[in-house]
């Protein structure tokens, strides 16, 4: 982190951890500023978008620190680059992480670009991961933050080295627990806030009542996999790979050895036919449906600007996963392929399959398909 006096934009959520960002980077001689960005404006009253509450304990935090802040409403941008991504993804029986391309695409370049239009030199979040810049090669690294629990450097893998070069993590180099104390220590008045969880347009709302507005449902057939029809599905959008519950078929648990499973062993989605509108379940946590060895993913992005050597290296395939040991093979453009040493547990078409070499993050594409062992 620069030690140099600097002005630092920061994005000021209504969070413990941005606020021990700000507070931290006051401290260290900056001149801070501090900005709210509303990415979220349709049903704002309702009381499931709490961003009007976080706005509140947003400028609490700036009046405790001592700077200013100012609201700043990226609701058009956040729409049309990433709710209508959301919406694609899910009609077409995928399963995007809004959270990655909202990274990318409104804190990393809109709320970039407002912060540079204002004179900074860099911006800051309050996300747990590092940047450094690497003395042989010059290139910035994005490095996983120090509190394992907390490391989200998978949902930052699409920052760019422009970004990067402009982004200060000051708690990314702090365990969760030294940033609350740090907080009850200055009188932040959220220190004890819950964190927040989810994304801000379906905040504690049920997920398929949510779709429900904005994708049409188009019933289909439930089968196992021995082809028999065992239920019907409300729509291909409403499910995920290694979905357990909401399937509607509980109660046929019982006749699970006619079915092709144990007797009482739960149901999971194991594969969504789009064309065919079919939903295929199967028994098991350990099925093989449930199990792939490879995947192909696209649309790459990598940190350093161009993609690594194909090379053994460790990825993960959702959040809280823990690094699995891989190989990375037939890169081509912004398509690369994966095979696990391991057998790797639903993996699913529209998530991230995200690439690190020991603690840094190199990038990573989203999941196309992928093949059981």
């Known amino acids: 982190m620069s030690t140099k006096p600097q002005r630092v934009v920061v994005g000021l959520s209504g969070g413990v951890d941005s606020a021990v960002t700000a507070w931290l980077l006051k401290q260290q001689g900056h001149e801070v500023l501090g900005i709210f960005m509303k990415n979220w404006e349709d049903d704002d009253d309702t009381g499931y978008c709490s961003s009007n509450e976080d706005f509140v304990d947003a400028a609490a935090v700036a009046d405790v620190i001592g700077i200013e802040i100012e609201h700043v409403n990226f609701a058009a941008d956040y729409r ?3 709710f209508a991504d959301f919406l694609r993804e899910y009609s077409a ?12 695409e409104i804190k990393f370049k809109a709320f970039l670009d407002h ?9 800051a979040t309050g996300h747990y991961a ?14 996983k933050g120090l ?8 949902f930052l893998h699409r920052l760019t080295q422009a970004q990067l070069s402009k982004t200060l993590f000051p708690v990314g180099e702090l365990l969760k627990t030294e940033v609350r104390r740090i907080a009850l220590e200055i009188g932040l008045p959220n220190a004890k806030k819950k964190d927040s969880t989810g994304i801000c347009f379906i ?50 648990k019982a006749k699970g050895a006619q079915r092709g499973g144990g007797d009482h062993a739960p149901w999971f989605v194991a594969r969504k036919d789009v064309p065919g509108n079919t939903l295929w379940v199967v028994q098991g946590h350990d099925h093989p449906w449930l199990q792939s060895m490879t995947l192909q993913a696209g649309q790459a992005s990598w940190v350093a600007g161009h ?22 093979r037939d890169v081509s453009g912004e398509q690369f392929a994966l095979s696990f040493s391991q057998a790797q547990w639903a993996v699913t078409p529209g998530q991230s399959a995200v690439l690190y070499d020991g603690e840094v993050c190199l990038g990573g594409g989203i999941i196309d398909h992928a093949k059981a062992p």
């Open 147 to 154: 509190d394992p629990s907390k490391d989200q450097s998978y």
């Open 93 to 104: 029986g995928r399963t995007p992480n809004p959270d990655i391309l909202c990274n990318a």
């Open 80 to 82: 049309d680059r990433v």
């Open 307 to 328: 993609a690594p050597q194909p090379q053994a290296l460790a990825a993960k395939t959702r959040y809280r996963q823990a690094d699995a040991p891989c190989e990375l």
């Open 203 to 252: 905040g504690e709302r049920p997920f398929r009542d949510f779709l429900n507005r904005y994708i049409a449902k188009e019933p289909g057939p439930i089968k196992n996999d021995k082809g028999q029809t065992i239920g019907q599905h409300v729509g291909l959008s409403f499910y995920t790979l290694g979905q357990r519950q909401g399937l509607g078929i509980g109660g046929l």
């Open 115 to 123: 912060a540079m239009r204002l004179g900074a030199d860099k911006i």
């Open 130 to 143: 590092r940047v450094r810049q690497n003395p042989a090669s010059g290139l910035h690294e994005l490095l």
